[in-house]
């Protein structure tokens, strides 16, 4: 088992202050983004809105999120060690390896299975793990 990511919130205060940390971040990456397509200034007032910017943050919070990678087995005895969180699995359960991010203070796990594409089911469960957890605290 390994883990990829730095960032496990331990409570939501903790949740809360890493996003907004990230706002300025979000707001300077899309203006580079927008300069590097060459918006001019009334093309970027029309189309950078406040909601581009919260999707690049949300993507940075999600981007940053600590996730183990094991097998099936290791999955289920972490989740034997953890029988009150919640559980939400995507994927094929068939399939020999798991991806989980944890969130202690909601008492909530997400998952995505694989066989053989670690990276993308990474990627899949920051998502995942994003919209089932911790978009409604934002």
């Given at each position: 088992m390994h883990t990829q990511g730095r960032f496990s919130p331990g409570t939501a205060d903790d949740a809360h202050e890493r996003y907004e940390e990230l706002g300025p971040t979000?707001?300077?990456?899309?203006?580079?983004?927008?300069?590097?397509?060459?918006?001019?200034?009334?093309?970027?007032?029309?189309?950078?809105?406040?909601?581009?910017?919260?999707?690049?943050?949300n993507a940075l919070f999600a981007g940053a999120l600590e996730v183990r990678v094991g097998t099936r087995e290791e999955f289920d005895n972490w989740l034997?060690?953890?029988?009150?969180?919640?559980?939400?699995?995507?994927?094929?359960?068939?399939?020999?390896?798991?991806?989980?991010?944890?969130?202690?203070?909601?008492?909530?796990?997400?998952?995505?299975?694989?066989?053989?594409?670690?990276?993308?089911?990474?990627?899949?469960?920051r998502r995942q793990a994003f919209g089932r957890i911790y978009r409604d605290l934002f």
């Amino acid at each position: 088992m390994h883990t990829q990511g730095r960032f496990s919130p331990g409570t939501a205060d903790d949740a809360h202050e890493r996003y907004e940390e990230l706002g300025p971040t979000a707001q300077t990456a899309v203006r580079e983004a927008a300069t590097a397509m060459e918006f001019g200034k009334d093309e970027y007032d029309d189309r950078v809105t406040s909601e581009v910017v919260e999707r690049v943050r949300n993507a940075l919070f999600a981007g940053a999120l600590e996730v183990r990678v094991g097998t099936r087995e290791e999955f289920d005895n972490w989740l034997a060690a953890h029988p009150d969180y919640e559980t939400h699995v995507i994927g094929n359960e068939n399939v020999d390896q798991v991806a989980w991010h944890a969130a202690p203070f909601a008492e909530t796990v997400a998952a995505a299975t694989f066989a053989n594409r670690e990276r993308a089911a990474v990627e899949t469960l920051r998502r995942q793990a994003f919209g089932r957890i911790y978009r409604d605290l934002f």
